[in-house]
């Protein structure tokens, strides 16, 4: 993947033949040529910690097959309105507290409206800003107008996942299209905020579904900066209540094939974690994970807490990426 000890060149023009023989590599080749990559381009040692709050839980009119929060599912997910600043606020000082340095709110929305409720979204951005954290949202599908309204609040990233492939998107959701997906993103990238958007193994994809994901990840014209990688947590009462698990395997030949994919990207081990040993979540980050969700829940599913995860950290020699890094780069160079 070098030559003459030099960084291999950013690709956005990978091929979908060139994306499966990677991904069908011998595991530990797989492993050990992410971990080269990931050494060149990232600061070995160092994870991203971030945590996700729904702000707004539950009575969603979408029909995403894996959501515990769709309206149309009996599941044990109580709806509850929008929370007030105040309690965000509190949330967020506390995720700071416990070693976070990305602050990410979710609302159960299959869209923003312009509308009070985004107003008070606004205000909960330029309060999280303020504390210094990096702050993420994903609010479902917004327009030009909204993504620049969240900037100029302070937003840094945005999070809008493809979730899976465009062949088998039609199976797992139809509320909206993946155009609607990517044209968000399209907006959000306008808009100067940091791309978030990976995707969930597990729905009952194919190999062929999780590689075509891939290429359209790392065909964009930029890289979306963080690339999450779920596992599906089945839910009683969503369709795919009776998925089996996936394997640790299937999330590390994810993980090491988007890090060759997209070099500079942080990929997150997202979803899924709280079920992993921390033997496993190692071969993860070896594979070029370097960000993770930590706290409690995420947004409905159950996730390590921060004492766990400080436990891990302490075990593996791992450190908390700083908040704002690439921009505090930019201005000491």
Same mark, same amino acid.
């Given at each position: ?47 991203? @910690? ?182 599906? @947590? ?50 993860? !980050? ?26 891990? !950290? ?20």
């Amino acid at each position: 993947m070098t030559q003459n000890g030099q960084n291999t060149a950013l690709r956005n023009d990978w091929s979908l033949e060139e994306i499966e023989a990677i991904y069908n590599k011998p595991v530990l080749e797989l492993i050990v040529e992410a971990a080269n990559v990931h050494k060149q381009y990232q600061a070995t040692g160092e994870v991203q @910690v971030c945590t996700l709050l729904s702000v707004k839980t539950g009575g969603c009119p979408e029909d995403c097959s894996y959501c515990p929060q769709a309206a149309r599912y009996h599941t044990d997910v109580d709806v509850h309105k929008l929370m007030s600043q105040e309690q965000v606020l509190t949330a967020a000082q506390r995720a700071k507290d416990g070693g976070s340095t990305r602050f990410c709110m979710g609302a159960a929305w299959r869209e923003v409206r312009d509308n009070r409720d985004f107003d008070k979204v606004l205000d909960m951005v330029k309060g999280v800003n303020e504390m210094g954290l990096e702050v993420c949202c994903t609010l479902g599908m917004v327009n030009e107008y909204q993504a620049e309204k969240l900037k100029e609040a302070g937003l840094y990233a945005y999070n809008h996942n493809l979730d899976t492939s465009e062949d088998n998107y039609a199976s797992i959701i139809t509320t909206r299209t993946y155009d609607d997906r990517l044209n968000t993103i399209d907006n959000v990238r306008k808009a100067g905020i940091s791309v978030c958007s990976g995707g969930i193994i597990g729905l009952g994809e194919t190999d062929e579904d999780r590689i075509k994901m891939l290429y359209t990840l790392s065909t964009m014209a930029e890289h979306p900066e963080s690339v999450p990688v779920n596992a599906l @947590v089945p839910v009683k009462g969503t369709p795919l209540e009776h998925q089996p698990l996936v394997s640790v395997w299937e999330m590390v030949r994810m993980i090491a094939t988007a890090r060759i994919l997209m070099p500079k990207s942080m990929v997150r081990l997202s979803a899924g974690r709280e079920r992993m040993s921390v033997t496993d979540q190692a071969l993860c !980050f070896l594979a070029g994970a370097n960000s993770i969700f930590t706290g409690e829940k995420l947004l409905t599913t159950p996730n390590p807490d921060f004492d766990a995860d400080k436990a891990m !950290f302490n075990l593996l020699g791992l450190t908390p990426r700083k908040s704002f890094k690439e921009e505090k780069q930019h201005v000491c160079s």
